[in-house]
């Protein structure tokens, strides 16, 4: 265990290019680079106090990090099973946590577990909706959005079943397109839920796509224009700014932006006038993002091979600095990682193919 949870200058410079790894990778699942910042601290050391995550963040941010940001993450990698607290004796209502596994393949199954009871909450949360839609009687004003709401619903249940079984085949090679389990829910929820009108059913979704990773994009502010597009399919500019209340100007950059990385597609009408801008299928636009995300990734395989090396090269002059051994375990288990970076790649490209229209 290193004496301090600063290294020394030498071995910051390792350490910085590694975050800045890990932070990249990161990018699309969250609407900051926070939490991919802290987990990368505990990557890197281990075990830490809330105070020194405060101190390395001055150090590898731009900004640090509040403490009730560091307590929100605490909580919730505890909460999964990632994080171990521990009272530290000497010190009043002080505590330290500490990464539970220390293999990258341990690491990411505890992920992938807990990631599999969000992803069943999920389903569920889809679902009572969709029965709810099925038994609601529309006013004449809202029989499009009726329409169309079903119809998404269905895809975004559709999407996340497939999902849940690719996490399957990406962990333990076990996976089966066709499979689908039954989904038991709760009568007084859909009973619930049928009270409400339809645009307060929508405003739940747009709100569950917003705070969901698998729906995050690169840029969080145009995450209302992608979430109303997945609700509603196919919005001009004009109708996006009334439903948004975002200004004119951000949305024509949030749909260029969105046009740009293919995650959503620009249609002309002949012989009107206006622009339509569609998602075609939620499974197809969510499968390239990470597609596109999985090959970014792969691109520094390069960069770490090289910190590896010359780590190695200059183990002699290095090994007696502090946190050169840990820094070079991760090094090593980091270039593991590039293994489940291919496989990735080649996952999301067949589920690209299996939804494109």
Request: with cysteine.
């Amino acid at each position: 265990m290193p004496k301090n949870h600063i290294y020394p200058k030498e071995i910051r410079r390792f350490e910085r290019d590694l975050i800045d790894f890990i932070v990249e990778s990161g990018k699309n699942k969250r609407s900051s680079d926070i939490e991919s910042h802290i987990l990368a601290y505990f990557l890197l050391h281990q075990s830490l106090t809330q105070k020194q995550i405060q101190e390395l963040s001055t150090i590898f941010r731009k900004k640090k990090i509040s403490k009730g940001s560091i307590s929100n993450f605490l909580s919730q990698y505890e909460r999964y099973g990632v994080l171990v607290k521990s009272k530290i004796p000497e010190k009043k209502n002080s505590f330290r946590y500490t990464l539970k596994d220390r293999n990258i393949k341990d690491l990411m199954s505890t992920g992938f577990e807990s990631g599999f009871d969000e992803l069943k909450s999920w389903i569920e949360f889809i679902e009572v909706r969709i029965q709810a839609l099925k038994n609601f009687k529309p006013e004449a004003t809202e029989i499009k959005l009726h329409t169309i709401l079903k119809e998404r619903l269905k895809e975004i249940k559709d999407f996340l079943l497939f999902q849940e079984n690719l996490m399957k085949d990406f962990l333990f090679d076990e996976f089966n397109r066709e499979q689908k389990r039954e989904i038991e829910i709760s009568i007084d929820l859909i009973d619930g839920m049928k009270k409400k009108c339809i645009f307060e059913i929508e405003k739940e979704i747009l709100k569950f796509i917003e705070n969901n990773p698998l729906f995050m994009i690169d840029e969080i502010s145009y995450m209302p224009i992608f979430s109303y597009l997945i609700t509603r399919r196919k919005l001009t500019q004009s109708q996006l700014q009334e439903l948004t209340d975002l200004s004119s100007g951000l949305i024509s950059e949030g749909v260029n932006h969105l046009l740009k990385k293919d995650l959503i597609e620009l249609e002309k009408v002949k012989g009107v006038r206006k622009r339509f801008y569609e998602i075609p299928s939620i499974a197809y636009s969510n499968y390239l993002k990470q597609y596109q995300r999985f090959k970014y990734i792969n691109q520094f395989k390069n960069k770490i091979d090289q910190i590896f090396q010359e780590m190695k090269n200059r183990e002699d002059e290095l090994k007696r600095l502090d946190g050169y051994d840990i820094m070079l375990e991760w090094v090593e288990q980091i270039l593991k990682i590039f293994v489940f970076v291919e496989k990735g790649i080649k996952l999301f490209e067949n589920a690209v193919n299996h939804f494109k229209i």
